[in-house]
């Protein structure tokens, strides 16, 4: 028996593994792969197993499903070809999935050379629905889209949203109904936890000293892998502290300028171009997201800085010296990435910051910046009680809403809720557990 026997057989022996289900789906298109991106750590495989058990609710059986993880030791390094000779075995065994319908599932795609043909050819000649998952640097959408040459659909995957970490301690769902004292306790409660923990599923119930030091390790692992190795970057030292420079600036105008002038005080050496550079990298490892401000014109964009926010909450105050008076970022970066997820990466530029003409901050403008076209006006503060923060806030909304000519704002709070009238229109503050919940 080799090795690819072994492994299916393995796989059929195992039951698969319990998991939460996430809220992420996979179009399952015929003719094309379905690909998952994602940081590492974030649940890829685990979305791969969420399909497989959907295959079996709709009446497939377990042995018409093949699943191959090609980090597996059994199999690395998997060369050239490696993947024509699993598949054939996989058919050798069960010849009646090759007939009627299959199930192949491919975890770490990208260890095998050259599996981009191997992916085209099985899509035109086997009747099956084909799974794909690797690392976050390896399968970059624009990779996928490059490679597979339109026969793949990339889905991102990132860490546990608010209603998954919900879903995934055992409590409720947010209902429509207006909760109880007892039940928005609860709510307010787990907002709290989720901003300090996050969303990666490995640290959900793993005690904070522990909790830190593995989200520190997910860091270097990223840093290692998708960025040092892989771009060959000789100055792993400039690396390494923009990586944390980047997650202590969450929610905060970044600035490349900026950086390269401290770090010139501090005597670490580097250029301007490899921080850029650098910056990229960190993207597309999806460890970090930039945003632009919100202006028709390009070079305006492209000139003003931008705002970071990090691919998880808990990996921001596992990165940084954390004080209750952070958590307003950590809280602006949650509704960030639930803004994410729902658009989906539909268009870049969809997300952006505003300044109005005063120089205020509106957090959030979703719209078009090239038609100058918002949708939506959305500000996050962790309170309105003090008369200084509301006056701010408000401001700052009212002032966008006029320039923008939107009569309709929200302010996202910890747990707050009102109807506030402005010259602009009107303003509604809505806690943050609620506001996951009643988004589209």
């Not at 792993?236 to 770090?263: C, E, G, M, P, T």
């Not at 002032?399 to 929200?410: D, N, P, T």
Request: proline share 4%; with cysteine; hydrophobic share 40%.
């Amino acid at each position: 028996m080799d090795a690819v026997e072994y492994l299916i057989a393995d796989f059929l022996e195992r039951p698969l593994p319990e998991l939460t289900r996430r809220d992420v789906s996979l179009p399952r298109l015929a003719g094309k792969a379905d690909v998952v991106i994602g940081m590492r750590r974030a649940g890829k495989t685990y979305l791969l197993y969420q399909a497989m058990q959907q295959f079996l609710a709709e009446g497939m059986e377990k042995h018409d499903l093949l699943y191959l993880n090609l980090e597996d030791d059994r199999i690395n390094p998997a060369g050239e070809g490696f993947l024509d000779r699993a598949l054939e075995t996989f058919f050798r065994l069960r010849p009646a999935p090759r007939e009627k319908m299959s199930g192949i599932f491919l975890d770490e795609i990208q260890m095998v050379p050259s599996w981009e043909r191997f992916v085209r050819r099985v899509l035109d000649t086997e009747n099956c629905r084909l799974f794909l998952s690797g690392s976050s640097a390896r399968m970059l959408s624009t990779e996928v889209a490059s490679v597979l040459r339109g026969r793949g659909i990339s889905v991102e995957v990132l860490p546990f949203s608010f209603s998954e970490s919900l879903r995934h301690a055992g409590l409720p769902a947010v209902s429509d109904r207006l909760p109880g004292a007892a039940r928005r306790t609860q709510l307010e409660s787990h907002v709290l936890g989720y901003l300090d923990v996050g969303g990666f599923p490995e640290v959900q119930n793993v005690e904070e000293p522990d909790r830190i030091r593995i989200l520190q390790d997910y860091v270097e692992l990223v840093l290692l892998r998708d960025v040092v190795e892989r771009h060959e970057i000789e100055n792993a030292v400039a690396a390494r502290l923009l990586a944390r420079r980047l997650l202590q600036s969450a929610s905060r105008l970044f600035s490349i300028n900026a950086v390269y002038n401290d770090f010139r005080s501090q005597a670490v050496a580097v250029s301007k171009n490899t921080l850029h550079a650098l910056l990229k990298h960190f993207e597309d490892a999806f460890l970090v997201f930039p945003i632009s401000i919100f202006r028709r014109s390009l070079k305006a964009r492209q000139v003003n800085p931008r705002k970071i926010y990090a691919v998880d909450p808990g990996l921001v105050r596992a990165m940084s010296f954390v004080t209750a008076t952070d958590r307003g970022a950590r809280l602006e970066n949650m509704v960030y990435l639930e803004l994410r997820r729902r658009l989906q990466r539909v268009y870049e530029g969809s997300i952006s910051y505003y300044l109005t003409a005063s120089g205020r901050e509106v957090d959030f403008i979703l719209g078009d910046p090239d038609q100058g076209r918002a949708e939506q006006l959305i500000q996050v503060c962790t309170s309105l009680a003090d008369p200084a923060t509301r006056d701010r806030e408000l401001k700052g909304l009212n002032e966008a809403m006029q320039e923008l000519r939107h009569s309709e704002a929200v302010i996202v709070t910890l747990n707050e809720a009102e109807e506030i009238e402005v010259d602009g229109g009107r303003v509604t503050a809505v806690p943050a557990w609620r506001w996951i919940s009643e988004s589209p």
